[in-house]
Structure formats: structure tokens, C-alpha cells
């Protein structure tokens, strides 16, 4: 199963789950926290600092992915943006947007970005963006699917499924030990 795939299953995974918990509601709330685990749909939305637009920057201003997420190439994690690198651009408005008219005043007065992370595995996993983007030569939207295309971060956090990871290892001819992934 691909990838996307996946994702839309755990969407419909989390739909089910819904069903599940409201059937139970009612002095069975545990049940919801316990699927909560797995489960996207009830994981708490996160809310970003600023409703970053990766279209506008990417697919428009034709802005390359490792200008704002630095060590993607070169470290596990790939890396989120910080306020200088916004404020090489937005000290002074280039738009007319709200959202851009909030970000240059938090720029002005030296207010963080704290970006949440929103796309992270499990501590017990390990995963490493360089193997993945230069050694496996890897496109970001084979695991990151249309992100270049979207208006607003996602609300809420999601991840590949271990299935994800060991079916493309299978496929590849990549090692499938569990020692691999789980250190
Ligand atoms: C101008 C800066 C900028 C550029 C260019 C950029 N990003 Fe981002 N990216 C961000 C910021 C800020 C966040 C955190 C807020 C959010 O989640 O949108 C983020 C978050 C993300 C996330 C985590 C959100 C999630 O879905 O879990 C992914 C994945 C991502 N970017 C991938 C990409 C890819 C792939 C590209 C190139 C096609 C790219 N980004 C280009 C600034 C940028
Ligand atoms: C290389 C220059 C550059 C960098 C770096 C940059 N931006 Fe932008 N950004 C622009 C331009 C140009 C626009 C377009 C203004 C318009 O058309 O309204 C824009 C638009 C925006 C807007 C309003 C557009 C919308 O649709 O929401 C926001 C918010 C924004 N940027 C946030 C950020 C953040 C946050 C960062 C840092 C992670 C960042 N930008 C980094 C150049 C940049
Ligand atoms: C083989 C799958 C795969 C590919 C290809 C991939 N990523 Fe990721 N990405 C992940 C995983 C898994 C995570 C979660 C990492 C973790 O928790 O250690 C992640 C997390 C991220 C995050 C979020 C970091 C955070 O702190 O929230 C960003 C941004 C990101 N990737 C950008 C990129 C960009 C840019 C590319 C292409 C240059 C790319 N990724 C290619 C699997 C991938
Ligand atoms: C679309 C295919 C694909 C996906 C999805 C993928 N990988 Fe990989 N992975 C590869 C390839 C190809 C390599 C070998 C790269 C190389 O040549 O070094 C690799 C290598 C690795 C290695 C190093 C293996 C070794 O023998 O040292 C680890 C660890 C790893 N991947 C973990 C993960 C995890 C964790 C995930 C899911 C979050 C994941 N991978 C998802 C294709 C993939
Ligand atoms: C290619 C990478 C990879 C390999 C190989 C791998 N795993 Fe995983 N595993 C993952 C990822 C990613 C997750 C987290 C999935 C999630 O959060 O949904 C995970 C989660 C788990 C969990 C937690 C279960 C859960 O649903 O959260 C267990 C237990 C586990 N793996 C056992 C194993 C065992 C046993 C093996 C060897 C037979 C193995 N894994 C091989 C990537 C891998």
C-alpha cells in the first residue's frame, strides 16, 4: 500500500474510531484517550504561531525547501525556520495579508517563531532525512505528500505507519531488522 494510501486510511481509521468513541461516550471516556494513541483524529490540533502558506512560498515564489528546513541534506532532522530567516523577507510588509501584518510586528519586537512539530515519530524510532533525501534520493512529497501545495499547516500531527517505512524497505531490498528503526 502506498503511502498516501496509507495516510487515508488512517483518516478513515480515525472516522471509525469517532464512531467507536461517541457509541461508547458516556462514562466509557477512556476508550477514546487508549485510541487516541494511533489515532489522528484525536490528537489535539496544534495551533502555529503564524498560518505559514507553503504554497505561496514554494510553488509561487519558487522558494527551495532546504532555504527554510537547513539541514534536511546533511542531519536526521530536517530542521524548522527561525525568525531571522522569515525576517530576511518581512521586516518590512511585502503584502497586504493579516496574517503577514501579525508576523512583521512579532518580527519587529523579536518574538520566537515557535513552530510546533508536527510530523514526528515515536522517541523510540529512529529516522534520518539525509539517508533518506540524498543517499535513497528520495523526493520530499513521497512521504510528505502535496505539502508544497498547501495554504495553512496542518492541525494536526501525523506520521508514517511502521508499514510505510518497512513495506518501501521491502521493496528497495533495504534491511528490515528491527534493530534498523528501533534503537
Ligand atoms: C519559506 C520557508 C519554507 C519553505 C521554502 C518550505 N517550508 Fe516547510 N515549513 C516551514 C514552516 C515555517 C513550517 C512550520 C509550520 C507548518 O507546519 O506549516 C514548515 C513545516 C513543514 C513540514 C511539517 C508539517 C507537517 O506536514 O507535518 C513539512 C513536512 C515541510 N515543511 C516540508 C516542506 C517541503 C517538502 C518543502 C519544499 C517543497 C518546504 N517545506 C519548504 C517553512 C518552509
Ligand atoms: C525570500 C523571501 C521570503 C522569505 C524568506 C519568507 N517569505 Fe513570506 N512572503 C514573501 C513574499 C514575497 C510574500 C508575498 C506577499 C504577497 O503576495 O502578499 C510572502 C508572504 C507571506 C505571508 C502572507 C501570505 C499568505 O498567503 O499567508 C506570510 C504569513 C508569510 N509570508 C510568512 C512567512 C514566514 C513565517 C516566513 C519564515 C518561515 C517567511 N514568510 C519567509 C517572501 C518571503
Ligand atoms: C522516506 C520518507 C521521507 C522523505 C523522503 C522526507 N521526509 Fe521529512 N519526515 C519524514 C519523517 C519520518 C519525519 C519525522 C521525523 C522524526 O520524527 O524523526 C519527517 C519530518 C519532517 C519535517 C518536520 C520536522 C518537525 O520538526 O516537525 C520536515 C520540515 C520535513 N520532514 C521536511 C522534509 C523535506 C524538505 C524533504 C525533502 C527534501 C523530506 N522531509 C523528505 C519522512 C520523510
Ligand atoms: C519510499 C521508500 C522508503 C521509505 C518510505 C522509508 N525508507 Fe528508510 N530507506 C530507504 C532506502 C532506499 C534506504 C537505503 C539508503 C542508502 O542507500 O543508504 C533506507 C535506509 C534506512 C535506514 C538505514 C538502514 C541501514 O541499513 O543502515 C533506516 C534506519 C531507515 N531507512 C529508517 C526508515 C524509517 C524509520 C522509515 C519510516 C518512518 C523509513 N525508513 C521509510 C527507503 C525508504
Ligand atoms: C523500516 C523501519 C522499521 C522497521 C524495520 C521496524 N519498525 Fe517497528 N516501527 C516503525 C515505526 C515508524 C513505528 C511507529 C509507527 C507509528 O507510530 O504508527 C514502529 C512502531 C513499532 C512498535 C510500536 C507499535 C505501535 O503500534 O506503536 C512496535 C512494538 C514495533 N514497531 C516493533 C517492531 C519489530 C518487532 C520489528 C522487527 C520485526 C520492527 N518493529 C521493525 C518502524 C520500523
Redesign the pocket.
Known amino acids: 500500500m502506498g503511502i498516501q494510501a496509507s495516510l487515508r486510511r488512517e483518516h478513515r481509521l480515525a472516522v471509525a474510531g469517532f464512531a467507536t468513541a461517541f457509541v461508547l461516550a458516556g462514562g466509557a471516556t477512556t476508550a477514546a484517550l487508549t485510541l487516541g494513541g494511533r489515532n489522528a483524529f484525536f490528537r489535539p490540533a496544534v495551533h502555529q504561531p503564524i498560518s505559514f502558506n507553503h504554497r505561496k512560498h514554494v510553488t509561487e515564489l519558487d522558494i527551495g ?2 532555504t527554510c ?1 537547513l539541514t ?2 546533511t542531519e ?5 525556520p527561525d525568525a531571522d530567516l522569515c525576517a530576511g523577507c518581512h521586516l518590512e510588509p511585502q503584502g497586504k495579508s493579516e496574517e503577514e501584518k501579525k508576523l512583521v510586528e512579532m518580527l519587529k519586537k523579536g518574538t520566537a517563531l515557535a ?1 510546533k ?5 515515536p522517541a523510540h ?1 529512529f ?1 534520518s ?1 539525509r539517508r ?2 540524498i543517499a ?1 534520493k ?3 512529497r ?3 505528500g502535496a505539502i508544497a501545495d498547501t495554504i495553512a499547516p496542518p492541525v494536526r500531527v501525523r ?2 505507519v511502521m508499514d510505510d517505512c518497512v513495506s ?1 524497505h521491502r521493496r528497495e531490498r533495504v534491511s528490515t531488522d528491527c534493530t534498523v528503526c528501533h534503537r
Open positions: 525547501c532546504t528546513h534536511v541534506e536526521a532532522f530536517s530542521g524548522l513552530w512539530p508536527l510530523f514526528r515519530q524510532v529516522y532525512h533518506h533525501v535513497a528520495l523526493q520530499c513521497v512521504c510528505h506520521r508514517l518501501c
